[in-house]
């Protein structure tokens, strides 16, 4: 719990358009009630990172919501049938309150997740940057990004425009629902990992690796 610490609260920059993009992709702030002793619902204010890499959480995930918060989440693992996953959470109202007035989307936001229309411009990158860093992987014969949001999706083939970077879009339905994969070609892996600030090392690796020399 952190009710009693207060978390300092950042102006956008570089740091909160990132974590914004870690959040959109693998995180959540959900709609949560407990029932107290006394019998009332009370409101819990969670917010949620999942992550298969516990590297990843400990050296990038948690030193930055330091930075952003002055607090700490804490990995818990959370055991699945196939691979261990951890849950990186943490209870603050006052930043969850915080993210939400600054756009993001709470609840069950994998079909309505949008990008913030209050961030500034000069920080998509950032954000784009955190959405590969998480759901970003190998999509068709490159790197990219699937998502159920149309908006993510937009938002995506919006930036690689602007890059100048070559991509395909290929859509697709399932259960009533259009999904979205946006990637890049092989051989044009290397200039994403140039111009968008990646640091999940695991995906950095997968674009070098894999990139025709």
């Known amino acids: 719990m952190t009710f009693m610490y207060k978390p300092t609260l950042p102006k956008w920059n570089e740091d909160l358009a990132y974590l914004f993009g870690l959040l959109l992709g693998d995180g959540s702030l959900p709609l949560a009630k407990t029932i107290r002793p006394n019998g009332r619902r009370q409101t819990r204010y969670l917010i949620y990172f999942i992550s298969n890499s516990l590297d990843f959480v400990n050296e990038v995930y948690i030193p930055l919501f330091q930075k952003l918060f002055s607090l700490t989440p804490k990995a818990i693992l959370v055991k699945n049938k196939k691979n261990p996953l951890?849950?990186?959470?943490?209870?603050s109202k006052m930043v969850y309150e915080f993210l939400r007035e600054n756009g993001f989307t709470v609840g069950r936001k994998a079909k309505i997740a949008s990008?913030?229309?209050?961030?500034?411009?000069?920080?998509?990158?950032?954000?784009?940057?955190?959405?590969l860093d998480t759901d970003g992987g190998k999509k068709g014969n490159g790197f990219g990004l699937s998502t159920a949001s149309k908006y993510l999706a937009e938002f995506c083939i919006e930036i690689f425009q602007e890059l100048q970077l070559k991509h395909h879009s290929c859509p697709w339905h399932y259960n009533d629902h259009i999904y979205h994969q946006i990637y890049v070609p092989k051989r044009e892996m290397l200039k994403l990992l140039k111009a968008i600030p990646l640091k999940n090392k695991e995906k950095i690796n997968f674009i070098e690796t894999n990139t025709p020399q």
């Open 115 to 131: 990008i913030p229309k209050i961030m500034p411009a000069q920080f998509r990158i950032y954000l784009l940057a955190g959405l």
């Open 86 to 91: 951890y849950n990186c959470r943490i209870e």
